[in-house]
């Protein structure tokens, strides 16, 4: 049993996918070709922004929103403290410093009253501006924008939207990557929209942002190639990934999404009863990941040592905090805590909520080409498990 299977997903889609590599290939416009442009107009369209541009990863492409604003020393960026590292490991390349953000039981999701604490604490102590609020649409749910964007608002916030594991959620009529002042996804293979080795892609609607990113992607370029007016980068999209996404994301748009939300659909039938993820009223997740909740770090690794031996792969997806990643001991201390995650006098962590799921997290096979009859093999190994 695949994880992801994404050889599944290639053989459906082998003789459009090979027609489109093939033509990008004998073209000779390996960089930033026609297939690029056409790929940033059909990404705009489908998540209802003004502007898509392209980059190299995901990485890149958050990297490019802080640039945009300008965010260095001396200001504060609030990152979800449960999520993979590169949401925070921008922040400090920057010069910036990243403030951990406690996270939601049900949603993993950036817990908005524990923000509003954050920017209180760092206004209090006076040493970092409060700039941008990082949230996450994580394994495919969009982040809860309106409490966000509350807590944003009272303290003049810019929001970051990390979609990299959300493309294709939706609040409402509104999908992911349209939330944020600037959004950012990535088209890493395991992603819910990904190509075959590293994109990433940048959303917004202003005008002025969305031509510093696309000088900033091309090393700061001006008016041309050998213009060159700011210190930039070099992350750009390949054309050949960029055909591999217009056929892939035309698959996703057309059924993916549907069918991944039948599986997750089956496996809360018949996980009922254990913590399954909650989406709530008016959301959908794109489902980057099923992720369910056991009682114990105990627990957890016997189920998953349980699946291992039937052949059934199962990750944990985050197995430590941000605010205990050894990179962030050489930050200064976190705000209210001692840089190692403790508050002075206290017994529990600054973010219990995420340290706890780190516990206790487990994520199963999931991808929408999984046959429904390979969920329930899934489910009746936890629940022998768990007996």
């Given at each position: 049993?695949?994880?992801?299977?994404l050889?599944?997903?290639?053989q459906?889609?082998?003789?459009?996918?090979?027609?489109?590599?093939?033509?990008?290939?004998?073209?000779?416009?390996?960089?930033?070709?026609?297939?690029?442009?056409e790929?940033?107009?059909?990404?705009?369209?489908?998540?209802?922004?003004?502007?898509?541009?392209?980059?190299?990863n995901?990485?890149?492409?958050?990297?490019?929103?802080?640039?945009a604003?300008?965010?260095?020393?001396?200001?504060?960026?609030?990152?979800?403290?449960?999520?993979f590292?590169?949401?925070?490991?921008?922040?400090?390349?920057?010069?910036?410093?990243?403030?951990?953000?406690?996270?939601?039981?049900?949603?993993?999701?950036?817990?908005a009253?524990?923000l509003?604490?954050?920017?209180?604490?760092?206004?209090?102590?006076?040493?970092?501006?409060?700039?941008?609020?990082?949230?996450v649409?994580?394994?495919?749910?969009?982040?809860?924008?309106?409490?966000?964007?509350?807590?944003?608002?009272?303290?003049?916030?810019?929001?970051?939207?990390?979609?990299?594991?959300?493309?294709?959620?939706?609040?409402?009529?509104?999908?992911?990557?349209?939330?944020?002042?600037?959004?950012?996804?990535?088209?890493?293979?395991?992603?819910?929209?990904?190509?075959?080795?590293?994109?990433?892609?940048?959303?917004?609607?202003?005008?002025?942002?969305?031509?510093?990113?696309?000088?900033?992607?091309?090393?700061?370029?001006?008016?041309?190639?050998?213009?060159?007016?700011r210190?930039?980068?070099?992350?750009?999209?390949?054309t050949?990934?960029?055909?591999?996404?217009?056929?892939?994301?035309?698959a996703?748009?057309?059924?993916?999404?549907?069918?991944?939300?039948?599986?997750?659909?089956?496996?809360?039938?018949?996980?009922?009863?254990?913590?399954?993820?909650?989406?709530?009223?008016?959301?959908?997740?794109?489902?980057?990941?099923?992720?369910?909740?056991?009682?114990?770090?105990?627990?957890?690794?016997?189920?998953?040592?349980?699946?291992?031996?039937?052949?059934?792969?199962?990750?944990?997806?985050?197995?430590?905090?941000?605010?205990?990643?050894?990179?962030?001991?050489?930050?200064?201390?976190?705000?209210?805590?001692?840089?190692?995650?403790?508050?002075?006098?206290?017994?529990?962590?600054?973010?219990p909520?995420?340290?706890?799921?780190?516990?206790?997290?487990?994520?199963?096979?999931?991808?929408?080409?999984?046959?429904?009859?390979?969920?329930?093999t899934?489910?009746?190994?936890?629940?022998?498990?768990?007996?």
């Open positions: 049993m695949e994880f992801r299977d050889k599944k997903q290639y459906v889609l082998r003789e459009e996918m090979d027609r489109a590599v093939l033509d990008a290939m004998a073209s000779g416009a390996y960089i930033m070709g026609p297939q690029v442009r790929l940033e107009r059909q990404l705009a369209e489908y998540v209802g922004v003004k502007h898509c541009l392209t980059c190299a995901g990485t890149d492409a958050l990297t490019l929103a802080l640039k604003w300008g965010i260095g020393p001396g200001d504060a960026v609030f990152v979800p403290d449960f999520t590292f590169s949401s925070a490991e921008v922040v400090p390349l920057e010069g910036a410093e990243p403030v951990f953000v406690d996270v939601c039981e049900e949603t993993f999701n950036i817990d009253s524990d509003e604490r954050a920017v209180q604490e760092v206004l209090a102590e006076g040493r970092l501006r409060p700039r941008v609020v990082v949230a649409d994580l394994f495919g749910l969009p982040a809860d924008y309106q409490a966000v964007r509350t807590v944003a608002d009272r303290y003049g916030l810019l929001v970051l939207e990390d979609g990299a594991q959300g493309f294709g959620g939706t609040i409402g009529s509104k999908r992911a990557c349209s939330f944020g002042d600037i959004a950012t996804t990535s088209f890493f293979p395991a992603k819910p929209l990904g190509c075959y080795g590293d994109g990433g892609a940048v959303f917004t609607d202003n005008d002025e942002w969305a031509e510093l990113i696309a000088s900033y992607r091309v090393h700061g370029k001006g008016t041309f190639k050998y213009d060159n007016v210190i930039g980068m070099n992350s750009r999209l390949d050949v990934q960029a055909a591999v996404l217009q056929v892939k994301l035309k996703f748009a057309d059924y993916e999404l549907d069918a991944v939300n039948e599986v997750a659909a089956r496996y809360t039938e018949l996980l009922q009863g254990l913590a399954t993820p909650v989406i709530p009223a008016g959301f959908r997740s794109s489902w980057a990941q099923y992720t369910v909740r056991f009682a114990s770090r105990e627990e957890r690794d016997a189920v998953q040592a349980a699946l291992k031996a039937e052949g059934i792969p199962a990750m944990v997806y985050y197995p430590k905090p941000l605010h205990r990643q050894t990179a962030f001991d050489k930050t200064p201390d976190q705000v209210g805590g001692d840089g190692k995650g403790v508050i002075p006098g206290s017994t529990g962590n600054l973010c909520v995420a340290t706890s799921l780190c516990e206790r997290v487990l994520s199963l096979p999931m991808h929408p080409y999984m046959g429904l009859e390979e969920v329930e899934v489910c009746n190994a936890i629940r022998s498990a768990l007996r």
